[in-house]
């Protein structure tokens, strides 16, 4: 394990602490979200595990041709998947549905116990989901932050060894993701994720192979602080067979910061929406 300056890795991954205006985002995702499930169908609260916070929201397109599965961050330790409906609009209109998951936090469980909830969350869609008017043939996984780190996580899983197709997964978004956990080991917040080396290195995708034959879709806001803009990299230079057709590198988006990003994915015309869409 490197091990980083103390005060440079909590300069660099103590996010709220990096982007002042963080309020005023978390407050448009709140805003945004409401106003998404004023307005679609939507299916709220439905259970997909045993652990308190196993429930998802599923958003319904008429003449769906896939389903997107979101996943929020927060650190693997806060925020909540109703402050992320804003995702839904600018896929639903074209005809994806969408379903976007809960799962329990640290310190309540450790985050590989999240990692199997996500992947709890994937296999239910596969037994469930027809019947709730969410087709998974395609279904693309997306996350933000700690979401992204779980998206890629579902990316390195073994479907076929839980009874399911190979290829379960159709694409990958992983947006302002890590994906290498160990400097995550120094951090004040680390009382809630409890991380030690040996369980950082067990559920770093970076230290795993992809096991999905799928694109993935890496990117950040090009504002990030400097450490989220390497982890994007080093993803991007451990998974060469995910890259999608045409890219050089990750999708880095002018003007946007950790906050501001995630506001692109309910943004129709933005390149994000765009580059998600084409894995449908």
């Known amino acids: 394990m490197s091990v980083l300056p ?31 499930r004023a307005r679609l169908e939507a299916r709220l609260d439905v259970r997909y595990g045993d652990g308190p916070k196993q429930t998802m929201d599923l958003f319904l397109a008429p003449r769906a041709r896939g389903t997107l599965l979101f996943i929020h961050g927060g650190y693997w330790r806060a925020l909540d998947k109703s402050e992320h409906s804003f995702v839904a609009p600018p896929f639903v209109t074209r005809d994806v549905a969408v379903a976007v998951i809960n799962y329990d936090l640290c310190p309540q469980v450790d985050i590989a116990r999240i990692v199997e909830q996500c992947r709890e969350a994937v296999a239910w869609l ?27 996580m579902l990316v390195a899983t073994d479907w076929r060894a839980r009874g399911l ?41 970076i230290h795993l192979q992809p096991r999905v034959p799928t694109p993935v879709l890496i990117a950040a806001g090009a504002d990030e602080t400097g450490e989220f803009i390497r982890q994007s990299w080093l993803l991007w230079e451990r998974w060469p067979e995910c890259h999608p057709r045409g890219r050089r590198g990750p999708l880095l988006i002018a003007a ?16 994000l929406v765009r580059e998600t869409l084409a894995f449908f």
């Open 165 to 205: 197709p190979a290829d379960a997964i159709g694409g990958a978004l992983a947006l302002s993701g890590v994906f290498d956990l160990e400097p995550l080991v120094q951090v004040s917040f680390n009382t809630d994720l409890r991380l030690d080396a040996a369980h950082a290195y067990l559920v770093s995708p």
């Open 126 to 152: 596969f037994r469930e989901g027809e019947r709730h008017g969410v087709p998974v043939r395609p279904l693309v996984v997306a996350g933000h932050s700690a979401g992204a780190h779980l998206a890629a």
């Open 6 to 36: 103390v005060e440079f890795v909590e300069r660099e991954y103590n996010l709220r602490a990096a982007f002042p205006d963080h309020p005023q985002w978390l407050a448009r995702w709140a805003v945004d979200s409401a106003a998404a």
């Open 256 to 271: 946007r910061h950790h906050f501001s990003v995630p506001a692109d994915l309910g943004d129709p015309a933005s390149e």
